[in-house]
């Protein structure tokens, strides 16, 4: 199984084989609204993302620019097991694919610390609630 074939494997897995795409914001919509909630996030970056990978393209730059943002907004969307996967999958694949120091490795880095900063504030606001 090629690593594009597992990647669409995983995203179909995550949100089934049914997406309803009619109910997704398109993404110039997305970015217009700043207000988009993180399940909007998600859906969004899942669509486009899923457009990649029907082409082949799920190591590319772009794809993974579009995996961190779907692990940062899965994470917003309080699905934090979720993330934590998908940044540690992210990393491995871009190290594998461009190297250590190609920006596309280092924006999965940045995704990895951003959804540590999303869950400490989770970890935060529940010990306050409780």
Known sequence: ?????????????RIG???DTSRVPSARR???TSMSTPQERVHDTTRRLLDLLEHGESLSPEAIE???ELAEATAEAGHLDDSYYQVEELVK????????????VLRAVEAV?????????AAESSGAEG
């Open 1 to 13: 199984m090629t690593c594009s074939e597992y990647v669409h494997r995983r995203v179909r897995r």
């Open 17 to 19: 084989d049914h997406f």
């Open 30 to 32: 997305t970015q217009e």
């Open 66 to 68: 579009l995996r961190a």
């Open 93 to 104: 694949d871009a190290r594998r694919e461009h190297g250590p120091d190609h920006p596309a």
């Open 113 to 121: 610390e951003a959804v540590r900063a999303i869950g400490m504030r």
